[in-house]
């Protein structure tokens, strides 16, 4: 039964843009959320979080999961990472769907998931600058923060909110209706029609 979603920490990942994801995965308590690293010692955010993971790539379990997030961190920029590449690919060949967001979009693009798939990053050239085997070019979208297509979701570092409702979509949490409502309450501050006047003032 695919309940997991794992959530990969390594030194100096951006802890907040995944932030409002993770509220939402955990929130119903249907799903379990487990912290992966490249390997069992503690890691510590780029917002000075500490943070044990609970089992390594290699222990990675494609049978019981739903979801892999890659945060963004300097470390997709470097060699290090390429020890997660394998272990991305084979998620992905095992029907788990990949979130990424910022950085972590480089992963993705470097095991060549990003061809033939819409898919967005940080800036245009991003990809390109650091992954030279890249040739998605013709379906880079400028114009989204966040993409969802065919088990890949990728987002830019300033698209944490609309990141966050492409996860909830892949998790089918919530309705259609109140995604969109979640969307605009944390994008917007409008607040949901569940929210009376009182509490939105508050």
Not at 151 to 161: D, E, N, P
Not at 171 to 177: F, N
Request: net charge negative; aromatic share 8%; proline share 5%.
């Amino acid at each position: 039964m695919r309940d997991t979603v794992y959530f990969l920490a390594f030194e100096g990942f951006a802890d907040w843009q995944a932030a409002l994801a993770l509220c939402e995965i955990r929130r119903p308590g249907d799903w379990q959320l487990r912290t992966v690293g490249f390997s069992m010692q503690p890691v510590v955010s780029m917002g000075g979080l500490r943070m044990l993971p609970e089992l390594t790539l290699e222990q990675l379990d494609a049978d019981d999961a739903a979801l892999l997030i890659l945060p963004g961190g300097h470390l997709w920029e470097r060699r290090q990472s390429e020890s997660a590449l394998e272990a991305i690919a084979q998620m992905h060949e095992r029907g788990v769907t990949l979130a990424a967001i910022d950085n972590a979009v480089l992963a993705l693009a470097r095991v060549g998931l990003l061809e033939g798939r819409r898919h967005t990053a940080s800036w245009p050239g991003q990809i390109a600058m650091h992954v030279p085997q890249y040739r998605g070019q013709g379906h880079y979208d400028d114009r989204a923060l966040a993409v969802a297509d065919d088990g890949v979701i990728t987002a830019s570092h300033l698209g944490s909110v609309e990141f966050g409702r492409e996860v909830i979509r892949a998790l089918d949490l919530y309705s259609p209706m109140d995604r969109e409502h979640w969307y605009r309450m944390f994008k917007l501050a409008v607040p949901p029609p569940w929210l009376g006047s009182g509490q939105a003032a508050a």
